[in-house]
Structure formats: C-alpha cells, structure tokens
T-cell receptor, first 113, second 109 residues
Framework: DGGITQSPKYLFRKEGQNVTLSCEQNLNHDAMYWYRQDPGQGLRLIYYSQIVNDFQKGDIAEGYSVSREKKESFPLTVTSAQKNPTAFYLC????????????FGPGTRLTVL | KNEVEQSPQNLTAQEGEFITINCSYSVGISALHWLQQHPGGGIVSLFMLSSGKKKHGRLIATINIQEKHSSLHITASHPRDSAVYICAVESNTGNQFYFGTGTSLTVIP
C-alpha cells in the first residue's frame, strides 16, 4: 500500500539532545513537508523540499535541520537550539503541479523532559 | 501535590531479584508510559498502556485504571537494567504529559 510513514508515534528525549524524526513516502511524490502543531494552534511549516538535495525554510525553521538525500525520505532533526521542541510533528508529501494536495503521515509526538 | 507519584525513589537490588516500581496518578489519562533512561544516554519508551498488562522479555507493566495505579516489574534483574525508570501519563484533556520524578535502580552483580 502507498503512503507516508512516520515513526515512532511517541518519542521522548532529554533536554539538550538532538533528535531525528523519520518520514518516508512511497507515493513517488516530489515534494515533502514538515509541520509542527501545538495545542490549540494550526499547522506551522518548518521546512519543505521540492526536489532531492534541495530544501527551503518555512515559517519556523530556527532550531531545526533537514536533509533530502533520497526522494522517499525527508528526516527532520530537532536540535538543542530549538527552544520549545515538545510538539506534534507532521510530515506530508505532494505531487508538484497537481493542485498541491498534501498527503499526511500519522505524526510523531515529541516530548522533551 | 504532583500529578504523578513514583516509588521508591531509589532502589538497589542484587542480580536476579524481582523488582517492582510503582506509579500512582491523580489525573484522567488516555495512556500511561514507562520510560527508561540510562546514565548519559537517551530515553527509551518501554511500554504504553491504557489497560491491562503488557510483557516484553523480562519486563512486565500493569495498570489499574480504577485505582489510578501502574506497576513496572523486572524479573531476574541484571546489572544492565540499572537506569532511571520514569512513569509518564498522557492527560485525556489538552495533549499534556505529566511525569513522575523517576526511580533510580542499581542492580549489583
């Protein structure tokens, strides 16, 4: 079955440690996105990538880093520089030029102790 | 009063002993997590429970929703089990986690 996978569903880390969230898609989509959702708020764009080996900052990129070495994979690293890393992180992908409909993964809930 | 209380705070055991760590909570929850933190290392999620009992190797976790209590058991303890064990509950209102203060376990060979 085609889709987007994010794992794990719950992730716990000590304050000050970097953590990498995985996102994999087998939909052959060119574009991939990372969003953050905080309680009572909408989605905010962290980073996006429209092609392998290229990515752009979103609205709240500070404290995060990404890579796009393969079309299928777009891992997000939450660094120790991120002031409030505890949040729900959603990955999405889309076909460029097809109405920008985005398909979302199940999300990873990151909690920093 | 903390929303999550763990006991004991510190525990020293001989290798092979059966170990129990307790967790009581006062809030409504959607799930309870048992976490393991090694010295200088990251945190590993051992179990997520919403009812009943789960077993993974020598580790067993139980939860009693009516009594708002959970226990983590380690059978045939080993020195590599030495770590801090943390109970965390996920509130059923508002996407919030509450954490116990942790139980520091040392297993002596």
């Amino acid at each position: 079955d085609g889709g987007i996978t994010q794992s794990p569903k719950y992730l716990f880390r000590k304050e000050g440690q970097n953590v990498t969230l995985s996102c994999e898609q087998n939909l052959n989509h060119d574009a991939m996105y990372w969003y953050r959702q905080d309680p009572g708020q909408g989605l905010r764009l962290i980073y996006y990538s429209q092609i392998v080996n290229d990515f752009q900052k979103g609205d709240i990129a500070e404290g995060y880093s990404v890579s796009r070495e393969k079309k299928e994979s777009f891992p997000l690293t939450v660094t120790s520089a991120q002031k409030n890393p505890t949040a729900f992180y959603l990955c999405a992908s889309s076909i460029i030029g097809a109405g920008d409909t985005q398909y979302f993964g199940p999300g990873t809930r990151l909690t920093v102790l | 009063k903390n929303e999550v209380e763990q006991s004991p705070q510190n525990l020293t055991a001989q290798e092979g002993e059966f170990i129990t760590i307790n967790c009581s909570y006062s809030v409504g929850i959607s799930a309870l997590h048992w976490l393991q933190q090694h010295p200088g290392g990251g945190i590993v999620s051992l179990f997520m429970l919403s009812s009943g009992k789960k077993k993974h190797g020598r580790l067993i976790a139980t939860i009693n929703i009516q009594e708002k209590h959970s226990s983590l058991h380690i059978t045939a303890s080993h020195p590599r089990d030495s770590a801090v064990y943390i109970c965390a509950v996920e509130s059923n209102t508002g996407n919030q986690f509450y954490f116990g203060t942790g139980t520091s376990l040392t297993v002596i060979p």
